[in-house]
Every structure is written in structure tokens, then in C-alpha cells.
């Protein structure tokens, strides 16, 4: 079955506390990608990954940084987090890059609140 | 770089009347491939349509849209809307090969009776 795992589903940190929010996929699919999404600003792209340990930033990622150690598992982290980081995150994942540009599949998302 | 832009960030119709939201997009590279997205509450966002063919139709579950590059466009279109098609939509573009999706800031569709 193909799906987009992230857990948690829903997550309330303090203000710099350290947040991990997980994403796993079975699909073998080489890309991964981390969003979050804001009312008003849609879907904005903090990272990609195109790979094991192969990382890109995206438009937002001040204040976050990504692990990927295996194919089917890709890590978003929160150093200390702050309370404009209070959003709804979304993990994704496609097959190989270039192949006629496949859609991502996303996750059900975590939303997080940063009191 | 590239960007999609879409105009109207709420709508509001009543059902049975027509529906077009607008997207339009930016790019330096000729391989653009245009996606719509729907977005239910409390549901991962999915994949609605998708096309890289200049003026060619592509439909989906009652929506439609045509990819026209001279124009940059790639609006989604449904003759006849429903209470059930309210939801967020996304207009999304990858043009490098290298899958990197951006996506504008979103619709939101409201159908009321």
C-alpha cells in the first residue's frame, strides 16, 4: 500500500525545546521533501532530499535542518523551537527525479504548536 | 526562479454554478509540468491533476484544466460546483527534472447552497 507515514500526528512543545517530527514511506521512492503550510502562504519548501544523506534546502529552512540516513525514512528537526515555527508540516516523497516529474505523495501531516 | 501565483485565495460560490480558479506560473525552462492539488481538511493533500502537454485538456474527477504555455496558465475548471469540492486547492510547477515542486499559495473553495 502506498503511503506517507508522519508521526507524530499532532505535537505541543515549549519554546526551546528540541522538536522531531518523523516521516516514513514504503514506496522506495528516491525524494523526499519536508513542507509546512500557513494560512495565507500555502505550501512553502523548507527541504529536499533526493537521497540518502543527499540534502537541499529549500525557500524556508532557517531554523530547521533534515537527517535521511535511510531511503524510507526522512527526519525534520527543530533545534530550540520558536513559536513562529507553530504550523502544520507536511512530509512528501516521489519516485526518481526527472521521470516525467511525478507528483508528490504526501503525508497527513503534524501540526505542531510551539507555546 | 520559477513561481506559480494564484490569484484568488477565497472563493465563494453557490452550488451548481461554474467554477475556474486561476494559476499562472514562471519558469526559464521549456519542460514545465503544472499540477492541481485538493486539499481536504484534516487529509493529506493529493494530486488532481497533472499535465506537461501545451493546449492539450486534462480531466479528473469532474474538473478540467489545459496547460497553455503561450499564456503561462493552467487554470482548473468544473462546469457545475458541488458541496463536496470544498477544500484548498494548489496550483504546483517542476520544470528542472530534478523534482522540485513549488507550489503557489492556494484557493480556497467554499460551495454553499
Known amino acids: 500500500d502506498m503511503k506517507v507515514t508522519q508521526m507524530p500526528r499532532y505535537l505541543i512543545k515549549r519554546m526551546g525545546e528540541n522538536v522531531l517530527l518523523e516521516c516514513g514511506q514504503d514506496?522506495?521512492?528516491?525524494?523526499m521533501y519536508w513542507y509546512r503550510q500557513d494560512p495565507g502562504l500555502g505550501l512553502q519548501l523548507i527541504y529536499i532530499?533526493?537521497?540518502?544523506?543527499?540534502?537541499s534546502e529549500g525557500d524556508i529552512p532557517k531554523g530547521y535542518r533534515v537527517s535521511r540516513k535511510k531511503r524510507e525514512h526522512f527526519s525534520l528537526i527543530l533545534d530550540s523551537a520558536k513559536t513562529n515555527q507553530t504550523s502544520v508540516y507536511f512530509c512528501?516523497?516521489?519516485?526518481?527525479?526527472?521521470?516525467?516529474?511525478?507528483?508528490?505523495?504526501f503525508g497527513e501531516g503534524t501540526r505542531l504548536s510551539v507555546l | 526562479g520559477d513561481s506559480v501565483t494564484q490569484k484568488e485565495g477565497l472563493v465563494t460560490l453557490t452550488e451548481g454554478l461554474p467554477v475556474m480558479l486561476n494559476c499562472t506560473y514562471q519558469?526559464?525552462?521549456?519542460?514545465?509540468?503544472l499540477f492541481w492539488y485538493v486539499h481536504y481538511l484534516n487529509e493529506s493533500p493529493r494530486l488532481l491533476l497533472k499535465?506537461?502537454?501545451?493546449?492539450k485538456r486534462t480531466e479528473h474527477q469532474g474538473f478540467h484544466a489545459t496547460l497553455h504555455k503561450s499564456s503561462s496558465s493552467f487554470h482548473l475548471q468544473k462546469s457545475s460546483a458541488q458541496l463536496s469540492d470544498s477544500a484548498l486547492y494548489y496550483c504546483?510547477?517542476?520544470?528542472?527534472?530534478?523534482?522540485?515542486?513549488?507550489f503557489g499559495k492556494g484557493t480556497s473553495l467554499t460551495v454553499i447552497p
Open positions: 512528501a516523497s516521489s519516485w526518481d527525479r526527472g521521470l516525467n516529474n511525478q507528483a508528490p505523495l
Open positions: 504546483a510547477l517542476s520544470s528542472t527534472g530534478y523534482q522540485n515542486f513549488y
Open positions: 499535465s506537461s502537454t501545451d493546449n
Open positions: 519558469t526559464i525552462y521549456s519542460n514545465a509540468f
Open positions: 514506496m522506495s521512492h528516491e525524494t
Open positions: 532530499s533526493y537521497d540518502v544523506d543527499s540534502n
